[in-house]
């Protein structure tokens, strides 16, 4: 199921996106961007990778959280995750973006 993503200007005036799953729940975000249109380009680029396994990285983060990036073709973080109490947990995130992003609409909150 689609989600969507919302992209907002946050406390320090950067433009950030988060994707939705259909289901309202946060699956992953952006990094902040000062210009909108390089915010929206890497809308792009989670839509482009989103589908692709070997784009995402699952880790485990400090505090014994488990966490995923998905990275575009050059490497750059594109897309990050909350904290999983698992790898499995970590493992399924990754594909929720895959569905999330396929055919999401945005929504531009700017």
Not at 71 to 82: F, P
Request: charged letters at 30%; zero cysteines; a neutral charge.
């Amino acid at each position: 199921m689609a989600g969507k993503f919302e992209l907002y200007k946050d406390k320090a005036g950067e433009f950030r996106f988060r994707l939705k799953a259909g289901n309202g729940e946060n699956v992953g975000a952006s990094e902040g961007y000062k210009q909108k249109g390089s915010a929206e380009n890497g809308i792009e680029s989670v839509k482009k990778n989103a589908s692709d396994e070997n784009r995402f990285e699952v880790f485990e983060g400090n505090g014994g959280k488990w966490r995923f990036n998905l990275k575009a073709s050059n490497g750059q973080v594109i897309l990050s995750s909350q904290g999983y109490a698992s790898e499995s947990g970590a493992k399924a995130g990754t594909e929720a973006v895959g569905r999330a992003a396929d055919g999401a609409k945005t929504d531009d909150q700017t």
